[in-house]
T-cell receptor
Framework: AQSVAQPEDQVNVAEGNPLTVKCTYS??????LFWYVQYPNRGLQFLLK??????LVKGSYGFEAEFNKSQTSFHLKKPSALVSDSALYFC????????????FGQGTELSVKP | GAVVSQHPSRVICKSGTSVKIECRSL??????MFWYRQFPKQSLMLMAT?????????EQGVEKDKFLINHASLTLSTLTVTSAHPEDSSFYIC????????????FGNGTRLTVT
């Protein structure tokens, strides 16, 4: 079965510092991996995806993620955090065998302090 | 970009009544839509996959008679919570697929259901 795990419930960083939100995956075959962000009482906004190709993927709002096949990881990164980045972040894998549903990690709450 | 509209954004209903939530793809056709449920500060739990013109596929443990899903057109799926109870209070989010599996799903803004 396809799954993703986010080992940290919460990540705290100071504004201007780099941030990393961790994600590991377990899939059969090549993974289709996604990162989404959720602000309070809102739906999910797409940040970036990895399908194939370059292991470093750049996305919206200055975020990027690095696909590491040997470590089965897809960590989300940003060189310089903003207070407005504070939100709930979800890593997800697309299950191509079951109608294309997205399977989400547990979510990581990012808090960026001034 | 692809937009998914979900309505209502917030609803309060009395125990025993039914509530309908609509999910519309505004600028694309969606043969498949997904309904998720989310508890506070938790992950999204897939409830069902809605397929246009056919019956929805429910995840294990989700009562199909309680959570009725209809996907009558390529731009509209509805979720009806029947005979709602306080434990059904939650945040419900729909999403739709505009392209293939290597494309992101597009999400509505969610519906906050409170059953009193």
């Amino acid at each position: 079965a396809q799954s993703v795990a986010q080992p940290e419930d919460q990540v705290n960083v100071a504004e201007g510092n780099p941030l990393t939100v961790k994600c590991t995956y377990s899939v059969s075959g090549n993974p289709y991996l996604f990162w989404y962000v959720q602000y309070p009482n809102r739906g999910l906004q797409f940040l970036l995806k990895y399908i194939t190709g370059d292991n470093l993927v750049k996305g919206s709002y200055g975020f990027e993620a690095e696909f590491n096949k040997s470590q089965t990881s897809f960590h989300l990164k940003k060189p310089s955090a903003l207070v407005s980045d504070s939100a709930l972040y979800f890593c997800a894998v697309r299950d191509r065998g079951q109608g294309g549903k997205l399977i989400f990690g547990q979510g990581t709450e990012l808090s960026v302090k001034p | 970009g692809a937009v998914v509209s979900q309505h209502p954004s917030r609803v309060i209903c009395k125990s025993g009544t039914s509530v309908k939530i609509e999910c519309r793809s505004l600028d694309f056709q969606a043969t498949t839509m997904f309904w998720y449920r989310q508890f506070p500060k938790q992950s999204l739990m897939l409830m069902a996959t809605s397929n246009e013109g056919s019956k929805a596929t429910y995840e294990q443990g989700v009562e199909k008679d309680k959570f009725l899903i209809n996907h009558a057109s390529l731009t509209l799926s509805t979720l009806t919570v029947t005979s709602a109870h306080p434990e059904d209070s939650s945040f419900y989010i729909c999403s739709a697929n505009s392209e293939g599996y290597n494309s992101p799903l597009h999400f509505g803004n969610g519906t906050r259901l409170t059953v009193t």
